[in-house]
């Protein structure tokens, strides 16, 4: 089937499903309803560009006529130049469109769990893990995405050893998941008496949340310990045995959580961030086959992979996966990470298109 029948098709299932959703029989079925309103909604900017893709293709027809029938040279010339515009929309319009039909990731719409870990680099790495916590969580108000911090641990000298948030929103783990890997600082640190410049690491995980129907987890492999709170929380720490330590018997994987005051509360977050966890395991090997064809998705698991540096002196950030160079580090570090992410979406989509 050619594009034109492609989109026809996708426009009369639209006008099908807008039918089927005016049903007031329909909402007795709330799940079925969810998903072809759900459907539907993922249809529309395909339907969109479609008709004004119709319109141009119109427009294209109509100069080309002119062309052919008009004797006043003026219009003729006029239609041309018409003519060559319309072919650039055109273009532009079946690039987009491809885009919009590409198979989408059914975890992107998924909300995040986002983990902040410091590397290599001691106090300064913690330093710089807590510069990357402020950097996401600003990038994310700014979307008016909710964050909640489910574990952290605190540096002595400032910062994090690790900090652990779950991220609420439309797509944000679509969004967030190119963040994953290594980033690497080089700047003076505070405590440098000799003004050298060092090199420290902190490492980025972002996870599709897993829900219930994910992963059915029997809590009889999970091992629960209690703990004291230790950190930063306020006259509760080091005086009740709020904190929750969850072992994964059969795959080792290990959660804390030390957020709330309530050891229940503890708990539910641990459970969801273990759930999370174990979903990712299970992803791993589907998630490596794509990774090996591209590039930019090191969302699969490579957390070892270097794939952004953050240069002070100089004032750059460099995305090594695409090769991209910004010289606006402080407005980045301030949550402006659109361009770089953008970047990466746009890398990743030429890539899946040549693949195809």
């Known amino acids: 089937m050619d594009l034109s029948g492609q989109l026809q098709a996708i426009k009369e299932r639209y006008f099908q499903l807008q039918e089927q959703l005016g049903d007031p029989e329909l909402v007795k079925d709330m799940s079925k309803f969810r998903k072809l309103n759900k459907d539907y909604k993922d249809m529309q900017p395909v339907v969109q560009a479609y008709e004004t893709y119709t319109t141009v293709l119109g427009n294209i027809a109509d100069s080309r006529q002119i062309i052919q029938n008009e ?14 515009q319309l072919e650039v929309e055109k273009e532009n319009l079946e690039k987009e469109i491809r885009i919009l039909l590409l198979p989408k990731d059914p975890e992107d719409e998924k909300d995040a769990i986002l983990e902040i870990r410091a590397g ?13 916590y402020k950097m996401y969580q600003r990038f994310c108000d700014a979307r008016g995405w909710q964050t909640e911090i489910i574990n952290i641990n605190e540096s002595e000298q400032g910062g994090y050893k690790e900090i652990v948030l779950e991220v609420r929103g439309e797509n944000t783990y679509g ?4 963040e994953s890997g290594v980033h690497r600082v080089q700047r003076v640190p505070a405590t440098e008496s000799q003004g050298r410049i060092h090199t420290s690491a902190a490492t980025v995980a972002v996870l599709p949340e897993a829900e219930e129907v994910d992963v059915q987890l029997n809590m009889n492999d999970v091992k629960v310990d209690t703990f004291r709170a ?23 994987i290990v959660v804390e959580c030390q957020e709330e005051r309530s050891q229940m509360k503890n708990k539910d977050k641990a459970i969801k ?7 990712e395991k299970e992803l791993q090997a589907h998630n ?14 490579d957390r070892s992979a270097k ?3 953050y240069n002070f ?7 090594h996966r695409i090769n991209l160079t910004l010289y606006n580090l402080p407005a980045i570090l301030n949550g402006q990470i659109n361009d770089l992410l953008e970047a990466l979406q746009t890398a990743e989509n030429a890539e899946k298109m040549q693949s195809l």
């Open 273 to 279: 961030v273990l759930r999370t966890r174990i979903y």
């Open 175 to 178: 969004i967030l998941k190119y």
């Open 313 to 319: 002196p100089q004032g750059r950030v460099t995305d």
């Open 230 to 252: 230790s950190g930063a929380g306020g006259q509760h720490v080091n005086k009740t045995e709020s904190a929750i330590r969850l072992t994964h018997i059969p795959t080792g």
């Open 120 to 132: 290599t680099g001691g106090d300064e790495a913690a330093l710089f893990a807590g510069d990357l």
């Open 307 to 309: 794939i952004r540096t």
């Open 71 to 84: 004797k006043d040279a003026e219009l003729k010339e006029m239609a041309r130049e018409q003519l060559d």
């Open 288 to 301: 490596a086959k794509i990774a090996s064809a591209r590039k930019t998705l090191v969302s699969t698991g």
